[in-house]
Structures are given as structure tokens and as C-alpha cells.
């Protein structure tokens, strides 16, 4: 029996509720053989104030049978075959446009609802069938605790599946500086097998809760020091294997305190994305002594200039500016005994990641330390690196709590990023596997859920 074959046309899109990094299967069926038909797709932001849409025509086979994964989009938002691509080439709608909205996942205890409609070419593009899916960031198994210690405070994530990798391996998960609480990232890592504590250090910072000064605010290396005394204490976390996972500003501190606590803290690893090799933009560093080292001051190598839609754009002027730094505020890689996986985006139009960790790189095999060094390059891809499946965002609002909008330029090609983003994830995922010794398989959809080292070795 051919399950293709309706007596009307329908579109499938299954799973119906899945996680974010799962990928998805698409197919229209019912239609008339060679019938001309549009696949649209759209989902709204948490707020609900800015829509997303996406659209690719296509032909249906002698069946009248469209499949996502195997039938040539013939134009639209892409072409080609592209099975996910409803979803990394969704665009803010028309009437968004001019306010450039980030699609991004704040609330990760609900789902965003992707909306799919099946349009007929030939009949005044008349909507033949609809369906919704759930993309859910939180699996069920994974428990979600607003935590805190000493300095430090954020959100730990905790698989409660128990089983081979108890007590749990850690990741600390530190972002780039926004204001709030980010737990897209650290909420679908733990669903691999990972306790994930998400750290809310940037909010701190803006309140005043570290040490700050008129013209800088400083990070205190303390909240390390407390977060790995949070996990001797917690009785199903693995102080023995935690790692950090980090981007922007935060691998910049990541880095750091690989560097600087390497004999206080039994850091195991560290994937840095995106990232500078110094402090800067007013960031400094505050260490466990007391002291602290000033940033870098980058003021005069930036820009803001008014935008045409009545904002502003921030931006580099120079990439080259930071070439021959000298100074404390540089990261000592140098001292770092642990494995790194530096993960760099070549079309980063925000910050010049790529140059300055190729710099760190060549810093580090001077000092004979390469080994430890694995790196991935990530062709066409912007300054965001996200979850899969997310949508390339260019330009973005930086601040919406500002009166006026200001705006920062990120890159990316968006079907090159979308590329990215799922090689970045499932590199990460895999290495984080090998360097934690993680052998519980959580995801049964993964397709390295339970690799070797050899085999990590051999597909990576």
C-alpha cells in the first residue's frame, strides 16, 4: 500500500513535537502529478511582535508527491534540495524588516510553533492544507533550576535520566554580553547528556554587582572559583569533568580563567566561538588576589553612524587595529593546559574573531602546546552562532531598551550559515562527548549519540 496516495491534498510534517536540533521531514501529498506548488512557512517572535516567513516553489513527482528531503526547491526564498530550509531561510516579514528583529529563544519552557502551508501554484494561489509543529529547546527529561552560589547565579539544566555517565559531566555555558539570562544553547546541550549550569554574569555586571569603575566594569574570576564549588557540593555533578562552552565576550573569559585558575579549578576543557584575544570594550578583568587588569580601549576603533531607517549602526572601523596589542589585557593562551576547540566564522562582520584566534592559534603552537588545539573554520558564516536551524540574522538591534534603535552588522550567507551553525553544533556536541567521556546515550536521533574516541576521531 502507497502511504503517499490521498484522495486530497495534505502536507506532513513530522515530528510533530521535536527539539530544536532535530531535523525534520516534510512532504506534500495528494496533489495532481507535475502540479506547481509553493511550501510556506512562518513563526512569530516570543513577543509575538515580529513574524517570520519563509516560501520555495516546487513540482510535484509523478505520484504528486513532494518531498522536502529529495525534490529540488525551484526557487523562493532557495533552491535546490535543501531539507531544512523552510527554516534557517525564514526572513522577518515585510512590515519587520526595517526594525531588523534577531529570532532567538528567551523562554525555552515553551516551544516555538512553526506554522506550514501548502499553496497551489495554478489555482490563484489558493492554501490547499496547514499544519503547526512544536520546536521545543527543554526536553522532557531535562530539569530547569534557577541556581546560585557565592558569586555566581544563572540556571542549571539536569538530565534526570540516571545511568553510565552519573555523576553527570558539566558544561558552564557563558554568552556574550546581553543582559539577561540566554538558555537556548545550555538548555539543548543538556538534552545530549550534559548537567549545563547557563551563567547570568553580564546582568550582574550592569547592576553593579561586580567591582565597576566610572569608564569600565569588571568581571571577577571568582564566580568560577564558586561555580566549581556549587558542583563538588551538588551530588550528582562530576567536579572532575567539567568543561566550558562560550562565545563573544565570554570565551573571551573563558579563555581567562583557563589561563589564570589552571591551578585552582580542574577546568577539562573549553570551546571558545567568535571571540577576541583580549579584554576590551570596557570589560576588564577583576582576579582572585584583588587585582585587576584593565581593558584594552577600543573607542577609537569603533563607530556609530546614523542609520537610514532614523537609528544608528555600530561598527569596527578598522579590523586591523589590534594588530601587535602588547599588554596585560592580552589572554595569556600560552599558560592554558587544557583542550581547546576554537570554532571561527568567516564572515563575522562584527568583531574580526577570525584574525585574532588565528593569532591565538599561532600563540600557542609557539609554545608547543598545539596538541591541545583543534579548530573549526566555518565558511559564510555571521557573528551569531547559534542552535541549528536558526535563521541567519545580519543586523540587529543591540539594545532594545535604548529610545533609539542602534544596530549592529553581523554577516552571514544564509544558506552558508545555516550550514555553519549545524556543522558548529554537532562538532561541539561530539567533542564535548570525547573530552568529558560521556558514553549514555540520551538521543536516539543523534547520529553519533554513542561514539568512540577513534571513531570521533576518524569522523571529525
Avoid at 539543548?188 to 555586571?205: D, T
Wanted: with cysteine.
Amino acid at each position: 500500500m502507497d502511504l503517499d496516495v490521498e484522495s486530497f491534498p495534505r502536507l506532513r510534517v513530522l515530528p510533530e513535537c521535536s527539539l530544536n536540533d532535530e531535523d525534520l521531514h516534510i512532504k506534500a501529498v495528494g496533489l495532481r502529478p507535475h502540479q506547481r506548488v509553493t511550501l510556506r512557512a512562518h513563526v512569530y517572535s516570543e513577543s509575538r511582535k515580529h513574524r517570520f516567513e519563509s516560501h520555495a516553489r516546487y513540482e510535484a513527482d509523478d505520484r504528486g508527491v513532494v518531498e522536502v528531503e529529495k525534490t529540488p526547491s525551484l526557487g523562493g526564498s532557495y533552491r535546490g534540495i535543501e531539507p531544512m530550509g523552510l527554516l534557517w531561510s525564514l526572513e522577518p516579514a515585510p512590515e519587520d524588516a526595517s526594525k531588523r528583529p534577531r529570532l532567538v529563544k528567551l523562554n525555552v519552557q515553551k516551544p516555538f510553533i512553526y506554522t506550514f502551508q501548502l499553496i497551489d501554484d495554478d489555482d490563484e494561489n489558493k492554501l490547499m492544507h496547514s499544519t503547526s509543529v512544536e520546536r521545543w529547546y527543554l526536553a522532557s527529561y531535562v530539569e530547569r533550576h534557577l541556581a546560585q552560589h557565592g558569586t555566581a547565579d544563572g540556571c542549571l539544566y539536569l538530565p534526570q535520566k540516571k545511568g553510565a555517565s552519573d555523576p553527570l559531566p558539566v558544561l558552564l555555558d557563558i554568552r556574550g554580553g546581553v543582559p539577561f539570562l540566554v538558555e537556548d544553547r545550555p538548555s539543548l546541550m543538556a538534552s545530549h547528556g550534559f548537567a549545563v549550569f547557563s551563567i547570568n554574569y553580564f546582568r550582574k555586571m550592569m547592576e553593579g554587582r561586580v567591582v565597576m569603575h566610572e569608564k569600565c566594569r569588571y568581571f571577577d574570576l571568582q564566580i568560577f572559583l564558586d561555580l566549581f564549588e556549587y558542583i563538588a557540593l551538588h551530588p550528582r555533578l562530576d567536579i572532575n569533568r567539567v568543561g566550558i562552552v562560550s562565545s563573544c565576550l565570554g570565551s573571551v573569559l573563558a579563555l581567562q580563567a583557563a589561563a589564570r585558575l589552571k591551578d585552582l579549578i580542574p577546568i577539562r576543557c573549553v570551546a571558545a566561538t567568535g571571540c577576541l584575544d583580549f579584554l576590551g570594550y570596557q570589560i576588564g578583568l577583576k582576579l582572585p588576589d584583588g587585582s585587576t587588569i584593565d581593558p584594552y580601549n577600543t573607542a577609537d576603533h569603533c563607530e556609530v553612524v546614523e542609520d537610514k531607517d532614523g537609528g544608528f549602526i555600530w561598527q569596527l572601523n578598522d579590523f586591523n587595529a589590534y594588530d601587535n596589542l602588547q599588554g596585560d589585557f592580552l589572554t595569556p593562551v600560552e599558560d592554558i593546559t587544557c583542550p581547546l576547540l576554537f570554532i571561527t566564522s568567516g564572515d563575522d562582520q562584527q568583531l574580526p574573531s577570525y584574525k585574532r584566534m588565528t593569532a591565538m592559534k599561532d600563540r600557542i603552537e609557539k609554545v608547543g602546546k598545539g596538541h591541545l588545539l583543534e579548530s573549526i573554520y566555518l565558511e559564510g558564516t555571521g557573528h551569531y552562532v547559534d542552535a541549528p536551524y536558526l535563521p541567519v540574522c545580519r543586523q540587529n538591534n543591540m539594545d532594545p531598551t535604548l529610545p533609539y534603535p542602534v544596530f549592529s552588522i553581523n554577516g552571514g550567507d544564509p544558506r552558508l550559515h545555516a550550514y555553519g551553525l549545524n556543522k558548529a553544533w554537532r562538532k561541539s556536541i561530539n567533542w564535548f562527548r570525547c573530552q568529558l567521556n560521556v558514553t549514555e546515550t540520551y538521543r536516539l536521533d543523534w547520529l553519533d549519540s554513542n561514539p568512540s574516541v577513534s571513531h570521533l576521531s576518524s569522523k571529525l
